[in-house]
């Protein structure tokens, strides 16, 4: 069965530190990992992504961490602000069968000022 | 330019019966998805269309089912609701299917 597990549920961070949230897959045919931001009635909205021929990329504050052999991955978000606050998902797909999305279970982040 | 319109964004309905959910894709995109988001969880995919065809189907029951007009707009239909179908549901609209998904807020569907 197709499973993206993430850890951990919640998280609570001081202003300016680092949240880290990770991932766990299990189809090794997945070649696509997004990571998606959510905010409270609104959808999900795509934040940073990965494929596994790289072990990090980074865009801003976000870096996302890869790890092949483990098969898994994670989100290192630097600085936290408080309007980092949101609900994050990790996910996974196969880009080259259709890109749809198995989602891990989600963290919501809570920065505190 | 508009990003993913989902209508209604909220509905109650009572189980038993039917609902029709509605979405605009971005101008240009040919690829929507639906998901399903229970309230703590994350997304669970249900279908996908391309140029009007299903591409892929999600562990759904048949009550489920969706189409993608010429304009590449899309609806999903729920017949025989049940409580466990209150969700947000969400639509996700692309140029093809290899590219990442833009989402819509969703339509929050109430089942009493």
């Known amino acids: 069965q197709q499973q993206v597990k993430q850890s951990p549920q919640s998280l609570i961070v001081q202003k300016g530190g680092i949240s880290i949230i990770n991932c766990a897959y299990e189809?090794?045919?997945?070649?696509?990992f997004p990571w998606y931001q959510q905010f409270p009635g609104k959808g999900p909205a795509l934040l940073i992504a990965i494929r596994p021929d790289v072990s990090e990329k980074k865009e801003g504050r976000f870096t996302i961490s890869f790890n092949k052999s483990a098969k898994q991955f994670s989100l290192h978000i630097m600085d936290s602000q408080p309007g980092d606050s949101a609900t994050y998902f990790c996910?996974?797909?196969?880009?080259?069968?259709?890109?749809?999305?198995?989602f891990g279970g989600g963290t919501r982040l809570m920065v505190k000022p | 330019d508009a990003g993913v319109t989902q209508s209604p964004t909220h509905l109650i309905k009572t189980r038993g019966q039917h609902v029709t959910l509605r979405c605009s894709p971005i101008?240009?995109?040919?690829?929507v998805s639906w998901y399903q988001q229970v309230l703590g969880q994350g997304p669970q995919f249900i279908f996908q269309?391309?140029?009007?065809?299903?591409?892929g189907r999600g562990n759904f029951p048949d009550r489920f089912s969706a189409r993608q007009f010429p304009n590449y707009s899309s609806e999903l239909n729920v017949n025989a609701l049940l409580l466990g179908d209150s969700a947000l549901y969400l639509c996700?609209?692309?140029?093809?299917?290899?590219?990442?998904?833009?989402f819509g807020s969703g339509t929050r569907l109430t089942v009493v």
């Open positions: 996700a609209s692309s140029w093809d299917r290899g590219h990442g998904y833009t």
């Open positions: 189809n090794t045919a997945f070649d696509y």
């Open positions: 101008s240009g995109h040919k690829s």
């Open positions: 996910a996974a797909s196969q880009e080259n069968a259709g890109n749809m999305l198995t």
């Open positions: 269309y391309y140029e009007k065809e299903e591409r």
